[in-house]
């Protein structure tokens, strides 16, 4: 099986410029969340989807960040425009809800950003 | 008061010694935990999950979970230099329709030789 795809690993930009992330969940997880995991510090929930509906979106800077899951499959994460605070990793996971009821969160790569 | 808190760490522990992680969390409702290791450079990885009070075993890892004092610790035994991670509580609180899982700022284990 398959596991989340990020995309890209790793980018370096200069602030005030745009950036987007991409995430490619397992096949068949119908929730999909992205978090940003600044170093030293857990990861921070920024919006969770339920298929391609927003279920939490509450710690999303709105102003400047914006995602979207069209299709309820794959999602992106843009930035823009980003801030020097914005450097951090950007985790992308799905999760399952088993037969028990019980849910399963699995992991991307992460996409590593730069600001400078 | 975070939702879900950590002792940082460092904690260092000699190589073959028992390793005791702990968590604390403040909804009361919550009804999932977790326990995610960390190495560095690299994304969370799910080694130890618990529902229900007491105790749970797999391999050297043990989850204790007690709802009553909102508290949830990770045992490691016989540890490994390879175990030198950082290790992530994290807690899912449903609410609605929905449930959220949210992480505590983790603790940084070190296993010495």
């Known amino acids: 099986e398959a596991g989340v795809a990020q995309s890209p690993r790793y980018k370096i930009i200069e602030k005030r410029q745009s950036v987007a992330f991409w995430c490619n969940p397992i096949?068949?997880?119908?929730?999909l969340y992205w978090y940003q995991q600044i170093l030293g510090q857990g990861p921070k929930l920024l919006i969770q989807f339920q298929n391609n509906g927003v279920v939490d979106d509450s710690q999303l800077p709105k102003d400047r960040f914006s995602a979207e899951r069209l299709k309820g499959v794959d999602s992106t994460l843009k930035i823009q425009p980003a801030k020097l605070e914005d450097s951090a990793v950007y985790l992308c996971?799905?999760?399952?809800?088993?037969?028990?009821?019980?849910?399963?969160?699995?992991f991307g790569p992460g996409t590593r950003l730069l600001v400078l | 008061q975070k939702e879900v808190e950590q002792n940082s760490g460092p904690l260092s522990v000699p190589e073959g010694a028992i390793a005791s992680l702990n968590c604390t969390y403040s909804d009361r409702v919550s009804q999932s935990f977790f326990w995610y290791r960390q190495y560095s450079g690299k994304s969370p990885e799910l080694i130890m999950s618990?529902?229900?009070?007491g105790d749970k075993e797999d391999g050297r890892f043990t989850a204790q979970l007690n709802k009553a004092s909102q508290y949830v610790s990770l045992l490691i035994r016989d540890s490994q230099p390879s175990d030198s991670a950082t290790y992530l509580c994290a807690v899912n609180s449903a609410y609605s329709s929905a449930s959220k899982i949210i992480f505590g700022s983790g603790t940084r284990l070190s296993i010495r030789p």
């Open positions: 096949s068949g997880h119908a929730t």
């Open positions: 618990i529902y229900s009070n």
């Open positions: 996971a799905s999760s399952l809800v088993g037969t028990s009821g019980q849910e399963t969160q699995y």
